[in-house]
């Protein structure tokens, strides 16, 4: 069974902070990781996903990658109250010559203003 | 384009009743998802189609079975619902690894 672990939370920093979310997965010939953001009620979208070890920027969003650690996470630079919502971390794996996502329970991230 | 579709929105099933849920996407993805989402838990893979044609099991698969109609549609039945079943149901295509998910199906069994 593969297995991607995050923090359930809730993270709960003020607006302008750095908020940083951390997910850690088993499968250490996983390749491809994957940040999704879900509202409450809504369906989960994607904003992030990083193949190779280091950091990737987009925006406000820094992807990190440690394959050696088995960690990867998510920066959010200058935090808003719209960034409020549950962050689900997402392990790509190989399945019989398929990649199949496993998805962690997901991190509640709380901005107050 | 509508991204992925999902119908119903809503449904309340009696234990025991059947129902079909429908997924259907228009960006020509080759690859398509079931999944559930129950308060507090991930989102768990019931069903996925890797292309056309095919359809493997996911994580938890038990009670449901998955039709790939054509490349644009797949769709979801429970052939005799049970409480167990009540959650938030989702569909997914991706291309090639990230995945757009549909609104949701919120399904109660009573």
């Known amino acids: 069974q593969k297995e991607v672990e995050q923090n359930s939370g809730p993270l709960s920093v003020p607006e302008g902070a750095i908020a940083s979310l951390n997910c850690t997965y088993s499968d250490r010939g996983s390749q491809s990781f994957f940040w999704y953001r879900q509202y409450s009620g809504k369906s989960p979208e994607l904003i992030m996903f990083i193949y190779s070890n280091g950091d990737k920027e987009d925006g406000r969003f820094t992807a990190q990658l440690n394959k050696a650690s088995q960690y990867v996470s998510l920066l959010i630079r200058d935090s808003q109250p719209s960034d409020s919502a549950t962050y689900l971390c997402?392990?790509?794996?190989?399945?019989?010559?398929?990649?199949?996502?496993?998805f962690g329970r997901g991190t509640s991230l709380i901005v107050h203003p | 384009n509508a991204g992925v579709t999902q119908t119903p929105k809503f449904q309340v099933l009696k234990t025991g009743q059947s129902m079909t849920l429908q997924c259907a996407q228009d960006m020509n993805h080759n690859s398509m998802y079931w999944y559930r989402q129950d308060p507090g838990m991930g989102l768990r893979l019931i069903y996925y189609?890797?292309?056309?044609?095919?359809?493997d099991k996911g994580e938890v698969p038990n009670g449901y079975n998955v039709s790939r109609l054509n490349k644009r549609e797949f769709s979801l039945r429970l052939e005799s619902a049970a409480p167990s079943q009540t959650s938030v149901y989702f569909c997914?295509?991706?291309?090639?690894?990230?995945?757009?998910f549909g609104p949701g199906t919120r399904l109660t069994v009573t």
């Open positions: 189609s890797a292309s056309e044609g095919t359809t």
């Open positions: 997402a392990v790509l794996h190989a399945s019989g010559g398929s990649y199949i996502p496993t």
């Open positions: 997914a295509s991706s291309v090639p690894y990230e995945q757009y």
